[in-house]
């Protein structure tokens, strides 16, 4: 008679299941016996967050009955977790669960997917008490006249509110909660909340606090909170009633901060007050407002950060307006000596700002990343920036997003020669500073940095060349060329030919093909089917983008200092029968323009 494994070690198991995220696994254990139910089903439903299937499952599938069927499991999925909190499941779902995403629930029931059939089952039964409509105003054409008809449509704040009544007492081990909910929601759910360690808002109303009662209830029954993140807040007060909440807190207990857009009101108040919980916050993401930006020299006390994100106005250059926030902001960045990782979006001085933070010895830093589209780099800092870069070596991803200097051939060569160097780069994104690379570019880019996974890179003109050093690449899961490409069938299956085992699943992205040099849907096709069978990779291209009725035609259009004369070419498209549409776009760029019924304007 065959022996079983112990519990403890099937439950083992089950947890690496789920960190490997295999949870097609994990479910056929759920089925496969009573002992293994229990643990596989429990590490299912604690990673249901990472297993959802609407995202990128349901956008990358174009066939509508598709993405129906992905709506209905993901409908499925969530019907299950509020049954259970009723008693109406074999196995108490919702008692698993450590995270508990009402932000996702309210993505369902705004899916204009979920309408309709799906949208009835998820509500019957016993789940029909959580749906609450509300009458909206709805306009139609009788005849020749416009109806003003009232009409009902689903209260998804109410139906998730109710949902979460139902769902939070029973999750004694729920650890993150997220979600759009109000603040009198909030405070009631506080007693059910005692292992909470990370609160994501959608909107920051729901700290909203008159008289700090629900703040109080919060801090008395989450004494473990260590991580705030909120989308938006636009409400007047919001950063005096933020700081009060951070001040409330235990000293030094929070430990990430996350401000996702400049409408979450941070200013002064939210600055100071952080500055309590100095010896204990290491991850910051923070989006300051026009009128919030000198506040940022007031988080001088908070030392201990090690991942730091930082995003502005782009109008505002503050080594120029501000200098004396220039000089703190680089002041507090000298004193971070923990800092791993480093993001700062529209800083039109961000050389300047990390060139002295890189001269230090201390410094090592894994990850930085410097977004801006214009008026980035200053040539008389820039190459001294890129220098001093080039001596942080442990620098495990990188990304330049930003526009070289008339100058660009010395950019150029100093990116190429500094970069290089990092030779423990996993990811490396530059976008438009690589705009003038070509083959001889690339090539001495690349071959240093074997240890490669990610790359994007742009550029003026590529080819075949490229492809030997991106072949040696022996790591490489992914690669995007955002440059005007000229690649034949014949050289790319040279390089899919060179692939090893560590190039599993490669995925390779074609963002401008050559409109000259073409390759027709069937070498394309002979391309794609060689690198799925090698490697198990695929292919996108330029084309892949476009509805079907679009035609190619060519153009000249005036020149850039950086392209050549006939390399400049434009793409002009018929009318997508559909949408009546029409789609333009440079081929050293993304296709990001549209016209729609002859009007000339740009479109994003």
């Not at 090698?534 to 292919?539: D, I, Q, S, T, Y």
Request: proline letters at 4%; hydrophobic letters at 40%; charged letters at 20%.
């Amino acid at each position: 008679m065959a022996q079983s494994l112990p519990e403890d070690v099937l439950h083992l198991v089950c947890q690496e299941l789920a960190l490997r995220e295999d949870f097609p696994t994990l479910f056929k254990c759920a089925v496969s016996s009573k002992t293994l139910a229990p643990l596989a089903l429990a590490a299912l439903y604690r990673n249901h967050g990472k297993s959802r299937v609407n995202d990128e499952e349901a956008e990358g599938s174009n066939a509508a009955p598709q993405q129906e069927l992905l709506v209905q499991k993901w409908s499925i999925m969530w019907r299950s977790i509020i049954l259970a909190a009723l008693n109406g499941t074999l196995f108490p779902y919702c008692r698993y669960l450590k995270s508990l995403e009402l932000r996702d629930l309210q993505n369902l029931l705004e899916d204009s997917k979920f309408r309709g059939r799906i949208q009835t089952n998820f509500f019957s039964g016993s789940l029909s008490k959580f749906h609450h409509e509300v009458e909206v105003q709805a306009f139609k054409r009788h005849s020749d006249k416009r109806v003003n008809r009232p009409s009902k449509r689903l209260d998804v704040q109410t139906t998730i509110e109710a949902i979460g009544d139902a769902i939070i007492p029973q999750q004694p081990f729920l650890e993150q909660l997220s979600g759009q909910f109000s603040s009198s929601s909030l405070k009631s759910w506080a007693t059910s909340l005692k292992n909470l360690q990370r609160l994501e808002l959608r909107d920051g109303d729901a700290l909203t606090d008159v008289d700090g009662a629900m703040h109080r209830a919060l801090h008395k029954n989450c004494p473990g909170l260590k991580a705030l993140m909120i989308f938006q807040w636009q409400h007047p007060g919001a950063d005096e009633m933020l700081a009060n909440f951070i001040k409330g807190m235990r000293p030094n207990s929070l430990q990430t901060l996350q401000t996702l857009t400049d409408r979450c009101g941070i200013s002064t108040q939210t600055c100071l007050a952080l500055s309590e919980h100095g010896q204990s916050l290491k991850h910051v993401h923070l989006c300051f407002d026009a009128d919030a930006v000198a506040s940022m020299g007031l988080l001088q006390g908070c030392t201990a950060v090690e991942a730091l994100h930082l995003e502005m106005p782009n109008t505002i250059d503050l080594e120029l307006t501000q200098h004396d926030v220039f000089l703190e902001l680089i002041g507090w960045l000298r004193q971070c000596t923990k800092l791993r990782k480093i993001v700062l979006n529209e800083f039109r001085s961000a050389p300047s700002i990390l060139l002295p933070l890189l001269q230090t010895q201390d410094l090592a830093l894994a990850e930085l990343e410097i977004n801006a589209n214009r008026n980035l780099y200053k040539a008389e800092v820039s190459l001294d920036f890129h220098r001093a870069l080039a001596k942080q070596t442990t620098l495990r991803s990188l990304r330049l997003k930003a526009e070289g200097e008339s100058d660009s051939s010395l950019l150029a060569d100093t990116v190429v020669d500094c970069v290089s160097k990092l030779v423990n780069l996993k990811e490396l994104q530059l976008p438009g500073i690589s705009e003038t690379f070509g083959d001889q570019e690339t090539i001495e880019l690349l071959t240093p940095l074997t240890q490669l996974e990610g790359v994007f890179l742009g550029g003026y003109e590529v080819g075949d060349r490229v492809l030997d050093a991106v072949a040696r690449l022996q790591h490489l899961k992914s690669i995007t060329f955002q440059s005007l490409s000229v690649f034949t069938m014949n050289g790319l299956l040279d390089f899919i030919s060179k692939l090893g085992p560590g190039n599993r699943g490669l995925a390779i992205s074609i963002d401008n093909a050559d409109p000259d040099s073409l390759l027709q849907d069937q070498e394309v096709q002979i391309v794609r089917e060689t690198l799925s069978t090698k490697v198990g990779g695929r292919l996108d291209t330029f084309t892949d983008f476009l509805p079907s009725s679009f035609s190619t035609l060519h153009g000249e259009i005036p020149t850039f200092p950086s392209l050549k004369a006939n390399q400049t070419k434009v793409l002009a498209f018929e009318p997508d029968k559909q949408t009546g549409r029409t789609y333009t776009g440079w081929m050293f760029g993304s296709i990001t323009k549209g016209t729609k019924d002859g009007d000339t304007s740009e479109l994003n």
